[in-house]
């Protein structure tokens, strides 16, 4: 009988492979949480699109550590995403505006 040329994973590629498997879980929540933020902000809400946006700033920054205990190079990306979540939610968000964005007003003179 031919012996198996594969072996048993080790507990880190056990480890390794989970903390991939949560992070990818991660960047889908924070997907999720941007559309909702989004569709939110199309229906005038400007309460419900800040808690999702900082819901997925949440779920980005929760996969950057996954990353960065996987040794991923993701962790990088998942940082700046998260980043950018938390300041589409610290932003003032003008209902009816397009994007939800302020006017743009000009400087006083």
């Known amino acids: ?45 400007a309460g ?10 949440g779920h980005f920054r ?7 205990t996987s040794g991923d190079e993701g962790a990088r990306r998942a940082d700046e995403e998260a980043a950018l979540q938390a300041l589409r939610a610290a932003r003032p968000i003008t209902p009816g505006a397009p994007s939800g964005y302020p006017p743009v007003r000009s400087s006083p003179a």
């Open 48 to 57: 419900t699109a800040r808690r999702e946006y900082q819901a997925a700033a």
């Open 1 to 45: 009988m031919p012996v198996s040329q594969h072996s048993d994973p080790t507990p880190g590629d056990v480890d390794a492979d989970v903390d991939a498997d949560a992070e990818r879980r991660e960047r889908r929540a924070g997907e999720r949480a941007i559309e909702r933020a989004d569709r939110a902000l199309d229906a005038d809400d």
């Open 62 to 68: 929760r996969a950057a550590d996954r990353a960065r």
